[in-house]
């Protein structure tokens, strides 16, 4: 079954302090994406990763791919308020021969506090 | 900058209602996707279509069906709809098979 777990599904963070959400998938794929959603809007991209070991960052936001263990991390450096959001990670299992069909993880929901 | 709409942000329907959901990318891009999002299950695709006239099945298709009959345009039809098709939609597009989706802003559909 192709399956995608993200944990933690809550959490709650102080503006200033480091985490990471990690993200499991159930079989070989090296295609893996974030989205980020915020209250009431849509989903938008943060990062793509295509191969093992891709590293890839954008502001405090930090995206990474371990094909072997089947995981990507998502880590929150010096957390803000305007990081309060929904992220998904979301795999494409079929390495792009399948019209780019993703599987979805249910979403971690991010409050940064002050 | 990629465009993907919806015909609806909002939309309520009665049990038994035909339901038409419209989605449109101003991008040419090949592939089309439906979801679902509830509450704690994440992104549910429910039908995508890889070329005009055609379409696959999803993860959860029963209960709906699809028509992609121009490029640019992807309907989502609920044939006879139920309280548990209540659900908030999500249209999404990608250039090809090995591009990224984009998606649309969402129609948050509620049958009474």
């Known amino acids: 079954e192709l399956k995608v777990e993200q944990n933690p599904l809550f959490l709650s963070m102080q503006e200033g302090k480091n985490y990471t959400i990690y993200c499991n998938y159930s079989t070989t794929s090296d295609r893996l994406y974030w989205y980020r959603q915020d209250p009431g809007k849509s989903l938008e991209s943060l990062f793509v990763?295509?191969?093992?070991?891709a590293v890839k960052q954008e502001g405090r936001l930090m995206a990474s791919l371990d094909t072997k263990a089947r995981l990507s991390t998502l880590h929150i450096t010096a957390a803000v308020h305007d990081l309060s959001a929904t992220y998904f990670c979301?795999?494409?299992?079929?390495?792009?021969?399948?019209?780019?069909?993703?599987?979805f993880g249910q979403g971690t929901i991010l409050t940064v506090h002050p | 900058d990629v465009k993907v709409t919806q015909s609806s942000r909002y939309l309520v329907k009665r049990t038994g209602e035909k339901v038409f959901l419209e989605c449109v990318q101003d991008?040419?891009?090949?592939?089309m996707f439906w979801y679902r999002q509830d509450p704690g299950l994440g992104l549910r695709l429910i039908y995508f279509s890889y070329d005009v006239k055609m379409k696959e099945k999803g993860d959860i298709p029963e209960g709906y069906s699809v028509s992609r009959e121009k490029k640019e345009r992807f309907s989502l039809i609920l044939e006879s709809a139920s309280t548990n098709q209540t659900s908030m939609y999500l249209c999404?597009?990608?250039?090809?098979?090995?591009?990224?989706?984009?998606f649309g802003p969402g129609t948050r559909l509620t049958v009474l």
């Open positions: 979301a795999v494409d299992f079929a390495g792009g021969t399948s019209y780019g069909k993703l599987t």
């Open positions: 991008m040419d891009h090949e592939n």
């Open positions: 990763l295509l191969s093992n070991g």
């Open positions: 999404a597009s990608s250039l090809d098979d090995y591009n990224e989706q984009f």
